[in-house]
């Protein structure tokens, strides 16, 4: 079963606005990964964050994680039409210290210039 | 971070038949996965390939069905066997790399089974 639920499931927003998509997890992690897929090609990794960040940034990319909440933000600024596309969120299993991931449903984001 | 190729990267298949896909990184990696995301759908763990054993399936997967190799720390191969039209999908290999063991994926092979 997915450990990972995304809302919204999709969003659509006009250049130059941001988008927020939400990760929620259910059992405690090592890490939390976010991902990219165009068009039902392979996954692009944006970014990782630790169990004990609370954020992390990279460019146009700012992620957040409360576990308390087990929860993660991704916020992308300024969009462009190059970053619709479909974002994962994917958890490990902090027990099992295994590598395996289990995937949140997707947020299917439309960027329209 | 890994540098990953599969082969073929799509095909269409007739049911019944099998397709045997490779995945190739660029460098020495412990960990390799295979993945599988039906249409429209999330991606699911088929399998952890694991070098010089056997694959560990995932609840739901089966060797006879997605026989697995993993001859040396660079290259592994999924087997999809006896096709049906359920299992029109895209596969995908994925390695862990990078200081805090980032997961890496190659770019998928989308087959199609009529």
């Known amino acids: 079963s997915q450990q990972g639920e995304e809302d919204p499931q999709a969003l659509s927003i006009q250049e130059g606005e941001n988008a927020t998509m939400n990760c929620s997890y259910k059992t405690s992690i090592n890490n939390l990964q976010w991902y990219r897929q165009n068009s039902g090609r392979g996954l692009v990794h944006l970014i990782l964050?630790?169990?004990?960040?609370r954020e992390k940034h990279s460019g146009r990319l700012r992620v957040t994680l409360d576990t308390s909440k087990k929860s993660s933000s991704l916020l992308i600024t300024a969009s462009r039409a190059a970053d619709t596309a479909s974002y994962f969120c994917?958890?490990?299993?902090?027990?099992?210290?295994?590598?395996?991931?289990?995937f949140g449903q997707g947020t299917t984001l439309q960027v329209k210039p | 971070s890994a540098v990953i190729s599969q082969k073929p990267s799509r095909d269409i298949c007739q049911r019944g038949t099998s397709l045997t896909i490779q995945c190739q990184v660029d460098s020495q990696v412990t960990m390799m996965f295979w993945y599988r995301q039906q249409p429209g759908q999330s991606l699911t763990l088929i399998a952890t390939a694991n070098q010089g054993s056997e694959a560990t399936y995932e609840s739901g997967f089966v060797i006879d069905k997605f026989p697995i190799s993993r001859p040396n720390l660079t290259f592994s191969t999924l087997t999809v066997s006896n096709m049906s039209p359920e299992d029109s999908s895209i596969y995908l290999c994925?390695?862990?790399?990078?200081?805090?063991?980032?997961?890496?994926f190659g770019p998928g092979t989308r087959l199609t089974v009529t």
């Open positions: 994917a958890t490990d299993a902090q027990a099992s210290n295994t590598g395996k991931l289990i």
């Open positions: 994925s390695v862990v790399g990078g200081e805090a063991y980032e997961q890496y």
């Open positions: 964050i630790r169990s004990n960040e």
